[in-house]
């Protein structure tokens, strides 16, 4: 199983950016797939999560309506728009993925699962 990040980069405060999470390995169809990140000196937070199999999807609040999740299973792709970028959002963002559905807040507060990870792809945004 390969999980492997793209996207990153550095952007202006209310800038945006889109990351992308490819997974190999195992079907897309009944998989769960996650966002977190890690600010330097602080400890890793989800983001947003996607459940495949139905489609739920679940947000942090301080991301809640400026990123958007989202996914191609023809792919095996899942994305990450990220707008009104804020300073606050600089991090490394890491995908989780893995081949079972999992309840989505649970993924996402780091409960279940999590047993395949990318390399985390670098976002920073100046003021």
């Known amino acids: 199983v390969q999980v492997a990040e793209s996207g990153g980069g550095s952007v202006e405060a209310g800038g945006s950016l889109r990351l992308s999470c490819t997974v190999s390995g195992f079907s897309f169809d009944d998989a769960t797939i996650g966002w977190f990140r890690q600010a330097p000196g602080k400890e890793r937070e989800g983001v947003s999560c996607?459940?495949?199999?139905?489609?739920?999807?679940a947000y942090s609040d301080a991301v809640k309506g400026r990123f958007t999740i989202s996914s191609d299973r023809a792919v095996n792709t899942v994305y990450l728009q990220m707008n009104s970028l804020k300073p606050e959002d600089t991090a490394v963002y890491y995908c989780?993925?893995?081949?079972?559905?999992?309840?989505?807040?649970?993924?996402?507060?780091?409960?279940?699962?999590?047993?395949?990870w990318g390399t985390g792809a670098q976002v920073t945004v100046s003021s």
């Open positions: 989780a993925a893995d081949r079972r559905p999992y309840p989505i807040r649970h993924y996402c507060n780091a409960v279940v699962g999590l047993n395949y």
């Open positions: 996607l459940s495949s199999s139905d489609g739920s999807t």
